[in-house]
């Protein structure tokens, strides 16, 4: 197995020795219960990354890591991948970000699509917002990602439209799709934005702004995905045909 994932703020302080405490710490010593000897990473989630070794675990919340020697980069993925994820209903909205976390989406734009049951509005659509970056956060560490993927903002219709019309490649799950997303001409550098609508369907004027804005209807195949599910089979399906699993 691949060495376990923590992050720091910033990595251009790292030096020979670092002390991991808080709760990335308090994770290392008492939950993981690292050793001396073990291989950790220690990263800043945005692509800069470096590999140690564990010196000492100190109480519950020190970790003292040695041979930080370097700092790596990991470049931006190219085609970037971003999900465009209508709301669902209760936390499938967190499982939906943590599959897509997992398989290696770039970003994912939490939208309030008309049939949306769910409604973030005030501080209870900040707490949901907030859950979701806390899961796409956690969800890196797990798949030993070192380049989070970012969680913008809740967007409108009108702000998905205007991020489709400047897609390389744009296209929004719906049934009404005469093409499958197998078979669909993909850029080899760029920006691919996929729309994914609620359990309730993207509306027909909605489909009409995303038309007007460039972005297709695409199906993936004969069965009918929930929305907190067809976002990871999408995505899967692109990091193959890119080449980005290759």
Known sequence: MTAPVFVVDRLDRVGRE????GPEGRHAVSVKRLRPGEDVVLTDG??????GVVKAAEGKDRLVVMDLESVHEEPPATPRITVVQALPKGDRGELAVEMMTE?????????????CITQWKGDRGLKALG???????????QSRRVRFPEVADAATTKQVGALLAKADFA?????????????????AHGEIVLVVGPEGGVSPEELALFAGAGAKPYVLGPTVLRTSTAGTAAAAL???RTGRWS
């Open 238 to 240: 692109l990091l193959g």
């Open 46 to 51: 945005r692509g800069r990354w470096a590999e």
């Open 103 to 115: 398989v290696g989406v770039d970003a994912v734009v939490p939208w309030q699509a008309s049939r």
């Open 131 to 141: 859950k979701w970056r806390a899961t796409a956060r956690e969800a890196g560490k």
């Open 18 to 21: 670092f002390v991991l405490d």
């Open 171 to 187: 296209a929004v799950l719906h049934e009404s799709g005469e093409e499958r997303l197998a078979t669909a001409e993909l850029p």
